[in-house]
Structures are given as C-alpha cells and as structure tokens.
C-alpha cells in the first residue's frame, strides 16, 4: 500500500472514531511570545549592575547585539552555569527550563556602556 493509501485510511478511521465519539481530540497547544528589551546602559567605574534578575525561561533566545564597551563584561548564569563575554561581542544564548540572570561589571575607571539584549521566549 502506498504512503498516500496509508495516510488516507488513516486520517479515515480516526474521523470516524472522533465522529462516532469513541476518541477525543486534544485542543491545540497555545503557545505565546514574549520580547524583552533591555536596553543599553551606562555604569560607572568598577560597578557592577544587574541586567536581568533571576527569571525561569521554558524556552528562550538571548540576543547580544555586540554593541556596548570591550570594558564591560556581561555574565550570564543559567541555573548554576556562568558564562562571560565582553560587552563589544555579538552573541546567541539558547535557554530551555532554566533560570537565567545577566549581570555586566565596568572593569575600567571610568563610565562604559552595555550592550543591546533581546531575550525571546515561548510559552505553552
């Protein structure tokens, strides 16, 4: 039997077992999107600064856009994992059910700019 038979055959024994009552149809999955924008920020001489606090993602995309000062380092800490990048890097974080927190510290004496983040994420 071809792939073809197969799948009509199969999409008609499942209509008729949903239209005679005997299966139930799941509702579908609602999935919702949500961006944050954190934009650019000055800190001063040796200060560190929180980005983002401690927040849980099921599913998320962290865009560094690379456009803050080589004098700041940006820390992302996925659940107890910390990863450092400087804040002139572009870069892509993938987050699934973690918690993520971004801190930026000014290694330099003077203020320094961080860079632009997105972080995209998905619920359902």
Do not use: C
């Amino acid at each position: 039997m071809s792939e073809t038979a197969k799948g009509f055959v199969g999409g008609l024994v499942g209509g008729a077992l949903v239209s005679l009552g005997l299966m139930k149809l799941k509702p579908p999955v609602a999935i919702s999107s949500n961006l944050e924008m954190i934009p650019q920020q000055s800190v001063s001489g040796g200060a560190s600064v929180t980005l983002k606090s401690s927040t849980m993602y099921k599913f998320a995309i962290i865009v560094f856009h690379g456009d803050g000062d080589p004098q700041i380092t940006i820390t992302v800490t996925k659940d107890s994992a910390s990863a450092t990048l400087y804040g002139n890097e572009q870069a892509f974080e993938f987050v699934a059910n973690q918690s993520v927190q971004i801190t930026a510290q000014n290694t330099d004496t003077v203020v320094r700019n961080t860079p632009k983040i997105e972080i995209l994420s998905l619920t359902w």
